[in-house]
């Protein structure tokens, strides 16, 4: 402990020659997110399993192999957004995941919230569905389209990527970055957000801007992330679901 102690001291006193203001824990913080997210965009995106993994992406039929690559990136999200941030979290910082938003207790007003919220989006995703950009992008995974069995794994996939994603832009950084910085790290974790929106419809990474606050605030007012996980999960999946032809 003492040693990690000297150590924290050390990269504060070199950095403070440049930043006077900057400390270990928020410059850990920093750097190792953008290393997670940096390995996640470029490795962990679905064409990693067809890179990764020839031989048994070969083997598989097209629809599996399609499945295969998706939960690839999901678990790479798992693996790079929650589970490492976690071990940070405990290991480096010596802090409690429960300040971190992995808390369900006291959430009952942001899950109502939650469910207003997606009420009065559900007009607009209907009409946004539509679109010639939306019908183009969406399902991302074309053979969930037609087969309901498809679909139902593809949504159950895509929950363990919310729960990551929440964990690190809602939990990781908002919480990560509220101890020193206090609400302006709503800040810190909306940037990156919309930011990782990029290749989506214009719409879409407009709109990441206002969900970015919302899901901060919602986070921060129910110290959890189980709140957002709920409405990103639902808004995705129905995004989703209006696309396809399986229930028409």
């Given at each position: 402990?003492?040693?990690e102690?000297?150590q924290?001291k050390?990269?504060?006193?070199?950095?403070?020659?440049?930043?006077?203001?900057?400390?270990?824990?928020?410059?850990?913080?920093?750097?190792?997110a953008s290393?997670?997210?940096i390995l996640?965009?470029?490795q962990?995106?679905?064409?990693?399993?067809?890179?990764y993994?020839?031989?048994m992406?070969?083997?598989?039929?097209?629809?599996?192999?399609?499945l295969?690559s998706?939960?690839?990136?999901?678990?790479?999200?798992?693996?790079?957004l929650?589970i490492t941030?976690?071990?940070?979290?405990?290991?480096?910082?010596k802090?409690?995941p429960?300040?971190?938003?992995?808390?369900?207790?006291?959430?009952?007003k942001?899950?109502k919230i939650?469910l207003?919220?997606?009420?009065?989006?559900?007009?607009?995703?209907i009409?946004?569905?539509?679109?010639?950009?939306f019908?183009a992008?969406?399902?991302?995974?074309?053979i969930?389209?037609?087969n309901?069995g498809y679909f139902?794994?593809?949504?159950?996939?895509y929950?363990?990527?919310?729960?990551s994603?929440?964990?690190?832009?809602?939990g990781?950084?908002?919480?990560?970055?509220?101890?020193?910085?206090?609400e302006?790290a709503?800040?810190?974790?909306?940037?990156?957000?919309?930011?990782v929106?990029?290749?989506?419809?214009q719409?879409?990474i407009?709109?990441a801007i206002?969900a970015?606050?919302?899901?901060?605030?919602?986070?921060?007012?129910g110290?959890?992330?189980f709140?957002?996980?709920?409405?990103h999960?639902?808004?995705a999946?129905?995004?989703?679901?209006l696309?396809?032809?399986?229930?028409?």
């Open positions: 402990m003492k040693k102690v000297r924290n050390a990269v504060s006193k070199f950095f403070a020659g440049f930043f006077p203001e900057l400390e270990f824990r928020e410059v850990f913080l920093t750097v190792s290393i997670l997210l996640f965009l470029y962990g995106k679905a064409a990693g399993f067809f890179k993994m020839p031989a992406a070969e083997s598989l039929s097209r629809p599996h192999a399609g295969a998706w939960a690839w990136s999901h678990i790479a999200s798992f693996l790079l929650f941030p976690l071990v940070i979290i405990t290991a480096v910082f802090e409690k429960s300040d971190y938003g992995l808390n369900i207790k006291g959430t009952i942001e899950f939650v207003i919220l997606f009420l009065l989006f559900l007009p607009l995703l009409w946004v569905s539509t679109t010639p950009s019908q992008k969406y399902p991302k995974l074309k969930i389209k037609d309901l139902t794994i593809y949504q159950m996939l929950l363990i990527k919310w729960i994603w929440e964990f690190f832009f809602r990781f950084l908002l919480f990560g970055f509220k101890k020193k910085y206090g302006g709503v800040l810190f974790s909306t940037m990156p957000f919309v930011i929106h990029l290749g989506k419809p719409g879409e407009f709109g206002l970015g606050f919302i899901l901060c605030r919602l986070a921060l007012n110290r959890s992330i709140p957002g996980v709920w409405l999960f639902m808004v999946g129905t995004m989703d679901f696309t396809c032809t399986f229930w028409k």
